[in-house]
Every structure is written in C-alpha cells, then in structure tokens.
C-alpha cells in the first residue's frame, strides 16, 4: 500500500550527528503508525521510536534525549535527528508504516530498504 525509501546514513565519528528521511508514496492515508527500527549485527532487530496519527512518540531508552522524529506532511518524509551517536548506534536502520488498506481492509506493514549507519570511535 504505500513504498518507503531510507535515505541520510553514512559514516560519522562519535559524537556526530546524521538525519534520516523516510519518503512514502502510495495509499499514505492508510498509514496509522510509523517508526523507525534499527538491526545491528548478531542482534535482534529493535524499535528506535514509533509515532502515530496522533502525535504521540516513543522512544527506546537507550536513545532518548539524542534521537528525535520528525514529519513533513507536505513532503510525505519522516526524519530521524541523530544527535550524540555513540559507536554502539552502529546498525542498519529501517524505516516501517503500519496500516489497513482501503477498501479491502487488509493490515500492513511496510519496511524500506534500510540505510547503514556507522559511527566510529
């Protein structure tokens, strides 16, 4: 129902910042959740943040107060503001948009191709 594409990664020192987008197309009115996810070697794929329609944000702990979302509804994109990075935010970050299309009604959930971030030390 809707396509999402990453974009902002790359390769940063400790203590730098990068900005994710996260641009959608499609049916973006069915979306009613999206977040971002993180995947870093030999670990479990883990919520960075999620927001809803209604505005609501949560973060993981171990990113609050560095990490915050942002939209554009104009534009369709979600930014993620990297801020303090630390070498153990190293991962791949994906993009995800949670809905129910219309008319069928059919839950979804739909990941971008994610986007490396690396943070040296």
């Known amino acids: 129902q809707v396509q999402l594409v990453e974009s902002g990664g790359g390769l940063v020192q400790a203590g730098g910042s990068l900005r994710l987008s996260c641009a959608a197309s499609?049916?973006?009115?069915?979306?009613?959740?999206m977040g971002w996810y993180r995947q870093a070697p030999g670990k479990q794929r883990e919520l960075v943040v999620v927001?809803?329609?209604?505005?609501?944000?949560n973060y993981a702990d171990s990113v609050k107060g560095r990490f915050t979302i942002s939209r554009d509804n104009a534009e369709n994109t979600m930014y993620l503001q990297m801020n303090s990075l630390k070498p153990e935010d190293t991962a791949v970050y994906y993009c995800s948009a949670e809905g129910r299309s219309w008319p069928d009604i059919k839950d979804y959930v739909s990941w971008g191709q994610g986007t490396q971030v690396t943070v040296s030390s």
């Open positions: 499609g049916n973006i009115f069915s979306i009613n959740a």
């Open positions: 927001t809803t329609r209604g505005g609501s944000a």
